[in-house]
């Protein structure tokens, strides 16, 4: 199942990155705003400006309801990994989410495109797919992986927004 997600955020792309990657409190309160426990496995960074690269693997707990039926397919082992890396000449990042126990069986990934806009501001655009092959099951997956990645994306752009404006000075 393929779909788009995008937004339009009142930030630089400069900003926009240092805030997303090295700004510790902003992760820190997006995260307990997601209801989410990340342990930051890999965090590898070189260049600045247009040559930022950034290469980032997160093991993530929820902390909100999971399906049941998600559970039971995940044998309660609901951490799951994420994995990316930025090229920001390209103005792209690469997404991958492996699961648990399924991560064989189901393809969670795709990428964000960044354009600077004028005045200062950024649209986001990710286009992801989830492809679960797991017979009776794969579709249910995929559309509870896409509606929780669609909520996300929601709250994370309401969430920066709101941390942008009152945190005008910050990186």
């Given at each position: 199942m393929d779909f788009i997600v995008d937004d339009v955020l009142d930030v630089s792309l400069q900003r926009f990155w240092n805030v997303l990657f090295f700004d510790r409190e902003y992760d820190?309160?997006?995260?307990?705003?997601?209801?989410?426990?990340?342990?930051?496995?890999?965090?590898?960074?070189?260049?600045?400006g247009d040559?930022?690269?950034?290469?980032?693997?997160?093991?993530?707990?929820?902390?909100?309801d999971i399906p049941a039926f998600i559970k039971t397919v995940l044998r309660g082992m609901l951490a799951y990994e994420e994995c990316i890396?930025?090229?920001?000449?390209e103005r792209r990042m690469d997404v991958k989410v492996v699961l648990p126990v399924i991560?064989?069986?189901?393809d969670v990934s795709g990428h964000y495109e960044?354009?600077?806009?004028?005045g200062d501001?950024?649209?986001?655009?990710?286009?992801?797919?989830?492809?679960?092959?797991?017979?009776?099951?794969?579709?249910k997956i995929d559309e509870f992986m896409v509606g929780e990645f669609r909520k996300a994306m929601a709250e994370v752009a309401t969430f920066t927004k709101h941390w942008l404006t009152a945190h005008p000075t910050r990186p």
């Open positions: 820190r309160a997006l995260y307990d705003f997601l209801r989410l426990d990340p342990e930051r496995l890999v965090f590898e960074w070189h260049g600045e040559d930022l690269h950034v290469r980032r693997r997160l093991r993530i707990m929820p902390r909100r890396t930025l090229n920001a000449r991560g064989e069986r189901v960044f354009e600077g806009l004028p501001k950024l649209r986001w655009r990710y286009q992801g797919r989830c492809v679960a092959r797991i017979p009776l099951l794969g579709h």
